[in-house]
């Protein structure tokens, strides 16, 4: 090998050679796609330039990120972009990686409120990507998105503007601000929600780089943050009428349900994901 020419046939295989141990079967396409979206090619254009010349700092910045991948670090954070809703956002390690599942969560939103003048609040929003989201499908809504994390709205911030959104984000502690935010008529919220015994479950990649704030809660305390939006929303933060939506960890849909219901919210729905697992939670205050 040392003797050919570097091609990006030679680069791409290279990289998924480097890659068999951690992504298996499936190195070959995760190499491909790596250099699809640093080339800025097509698959198809991939293979069409296959044969071309590679210059050393491309080269030296492909095997870069593969040692990346080969290390366990998620494909998004390496590319710094994730596909979300068929947007396409900007990820860092200071907030997670949108999962098919919150796309769920989007749609339900969307489908009870399409064409409604509502105003929206997303809390905990991350790289954005629920509020971003509900804005582009729901264009008559007005969304504000808040996040204890300066890293984390910065990132959200970045991914409105590059998308063209108009979303009002505001740093927030939703556990201990008490500063008024107005009204609205849907809460949205995708809070912490893994509880500590769950880490030994979880792939090494998630543990050892998407923030473990917004991931895990107590054992003793798995409803935390939904308590305290509950809270918050009866005491003036919900309208009248409004709406309440959560993801929610599959192994609390019951608790989550008396939980509302206790605090006064009717209509209480646990909903499922494609999986078949108790995901969603939503109520009517």
């Avoid at 295989?13 to 079967?25: D, F, H, K, P, V």
């Avoid at 030994?200 to 308590?227: C, S």
Wanted: proline letters at 4%.
């Amino acid at each position: 090998m040392n003797n050919e020419t570097p091609t990006l046939q030679i680069l791409w295989r290279q990289i998924a050679q480097m890659l068999t141990e951690t992504a298996g079967s499936e190195a070959n396409t995760v190499a491909k796609y790596l250099l699809c979206d640093m080339l800025d090619m097509s698959q198809t254009e991939l293979i069409v330039h296959s044969a071309d010349a590679v210059t050393a700092e491309m080269r030296s910045r492909a095997l870069d990120s593969a040692r990346r991948l080969a290390d366990g670090e998620p494909l998004q954070y390496v590319t710094g972009k994730a596909y979300f809703c068929d947007l396409v956002f900007g990820v860092a390690p200071g907030v997670l990686i949108p999962r098919p599942e919150t796309a769920e969560l989007v749609d339900i939103v969307v489908n009870e409120h399409f064409n409604q003048k509502v105003k929206i609040l997303d809390i905990g929003t991350g790289s954005g990507c629920i509020a971003i989201a509900l804005k582009h499908k729901l264009p008559q809504a007005s969304v504000t998105a808040i996040d204890v994390s300066p890293e984390a709205l910065a990132i959200a911030r970045a991914n409105a503007e590059r998308l063209s959104t108009e979303v009002h984000f505001a740093e927030y502690d939703i556990l201990l601000s008490d500063n008024d935010l107005g009204k609205f008529d849907v809460i949205v919220s995708n809070p912490p929600y893994v509880t500590e015994s769950e880490r030994g479950a979880m792939e090494r990649n998630v543990l050892d780089y998407e923030p473990a704030t917004a991931l895990f809660v107590p054992d003793a305390d798995p409803l935390r943050f939904y308590r305290a939006i509950a809270d918050r929303a009866r005491h003036g933060l919900l309208a009248n009428g409004g709406k309440l939506y959560f993801e929610i960890n599959e192994r609390f849909g019951a608790e989550m349900r008396q939980m509302l219901e206790d605090k006064g919210f009717n209509n209480v729905k646990i909903l499922t994901d494609m999986y078949g697992k108790e995901r969603f939670a939503e109520a009517r205050f």
